[in-house]
């Protein structure tokens, strides 16, 4: 809030703005695919898989063979970030602080994004010709068993959960060279450290216990953020994907303006604005993992 900012007058701060901590934009847009698009709704083809068929005889018909064929639809959303800037503030300080107040904006929608990206993760996807039909998340894609223990919801997130997701996605077929991704928060990431199998060079290149962090394992390319949801057990779900899985649809790329308001007494309002939409492309390779939060 502009009225909050005599916090940042010389008199308490010595000549910078320091962001309070935050996550700094998106984490999962280069996870998923990115669509540029024209409009309100958006709408992707999808084609299913078909069989070749066997040549039986000699100059027999052309086998017809008909592609299954669907489609998907998006609907984009605006979103706006302003703030003012008095020009008494901007005279008491020694910097220009619109500069901060730019950043801060451009990070709220990339955390917006993510939010986007989280929500369509497992939300009501639209399908037919117009969108109009509902397509509800495949609950079959939850990892909720443990190897061996049941249930597994009461554990955090372990090697045998991560086996279950991998397994689900191996059974799509997918072509291995695509990537595949988990997004943990740092509760879920801490108990995967603890596992031997993660920490051991001999199971795993990263060295996690060296960096401090798990950057692959299994296959799958680790994004940490505290936005990842819980269910109705309020255990965390940790979202694992293939890339082809989700799609974000940009409308308008985030851009942000500084610019001066004459009906505010000419203060300085940084404003930024964004228009995007997110969907699960396919059910097959999207899930989640049911993790105890404690």
């Known amino acids: 809030m502009s009225v909050q900012i005599t916090t940042a007058f010389v008199e308490q701060y010595k000549g910078n703005v320091e962001h309070l901590v935050q996550q700094k934009g998106s984490r999962l847009r280069s996870s998923v695919r990115v669509e540029t698009v024209t409009g309100k709704n958006a709408f992707f083809e999808q084609l299913g898989t078909t069989s070749a ?108 959960k991560l086996r279950g997701a991998k397994e689900i996605l191996d059974s799509s077929d997918i072509d291995p060279e695509i990537d595949r991704y988990c997004v943990v928060n740092a509760k879920q990431l801490k108990n995967l450290l603890a596992e031997t199998e993660v920490t051991s060079s001999d199971f795993n290149s990263v060295k996690a216990l060296v960096q401090g962090e798990v950057d692959t394992f299994l296959g799958f390319n680790f994004i940490r953020t505290q936005r990842i949801g819980t269910d109705s057990n309020a255990d965390d779900k940790v979202l694992f994907y ?10 308008a ?21 964004m228009s995007i939409g997110a969907t699960r492309m396919q059910e097959e390779l999207v899930g989640f993992i049911e993790c105890d939060p404690s």
Do not use: C
Not at 115 to 135: H, K, L, M, P, R
Not at 255 to 271: C, G, H, L, M, P
């Open 53 to 160: 068929s066997k040549r039986t005889s000699r100059h027999s018909d052309t086998p017809r063979l008909d592609v299954p064929h669907a489609r998907r639809r998006v609907s984009l959303v605006d979103f706006d970030w302003a703030d003012l800037i008095d020009r008494e503030d901007q005279v008491r300080m020694l910097i220009d602080p619109a500069g901060p107040y730019a950043e801060s904006a451009a990070f709220a929608l990339g955390r917006a994004m993510d939010d986007e990206i989280i929500s369509a993760a497992d939300g009501t996807a639209f399908t037919g010709v117009d969108g109009s039909t509902s397509t509800a998340f495949d609950t079959s894609n939850i990892v909720d068993v443990q190897v061996g223990i049941s249930p597994a919801a009461d554990t955090g997130l372990n090697v045998g």
């Open 242 to 251: 293939a890339k082809p899985g989700i799609v974000l649809a940009v409308g």
């Open 253 to 273: 790329e985030p851009q942000v303006r500084i610019s001066e308001r004459d009906d505010k007494n000419y203060a300085t309002q940084v404003f930024a604005s």
